[in-house]
């Protein structure tokens, strides 16, 4: 059973930082591209960054390149999004899925920063 659990949200500072994780189970994490996604109710899902599985190759939104950091351990089957200095917009639920958000979707790890 493919399983996808995030975790390391919290209360944040403007301008601080976090390091969320996406851990998986029940699927070989490796040979998928991820991606790491917002998403509050009434509001649309939104694409933050993603990995590719070969290359490592990176891609984010353009409002958190430079801020944000995705990174991978296959090893852990973990997923990781480093979050550094913080604004308010950044508050959120954030999930993790594959580039085609075609794996079921976790509980999320929220993520909110005082200004």
């Known amino acids: 059973q493919l399983h996808l659990m995030e975790s390391g949200g919290g209360l944040v500072q403007f301008e601080g930082s976090l390091r969320l994780s996406c851990a998986a189970s029940?699927?070989?994490?490796?040979?998928?591209?991820m991606s790491w996604y917002r998403h509050a109710p009434g509001n649309e899902r939104e694409w933050n960054a993603s990995?590719?599985?070969?290359?490592?190759?990176?891609d984010y939104k353009k409002s958190v390149r430079r801020r944000f950091t995705i990174s991978r351990d296959n090893a852990l089957k973990t997923r990781y999004l480093q979050m550094r200095r913080h604004k308010p917009e950044n508050t959120d639920v954030y999930y993790c899925?594959?580039?085609?958000?075609?794996?079921?979707w976790g509980q999320g790890t929220q993520v909110v920063v005082s200004s």
């Open positions: 899925n594959d580039v085609l958000m075609g794996l079921s």
């Open positions: 029940g699927f070989p994490f490796s040979n998928r591209d």
């Open positions: 990995i590719e599985q070969f290359n490592d190759r990176t």
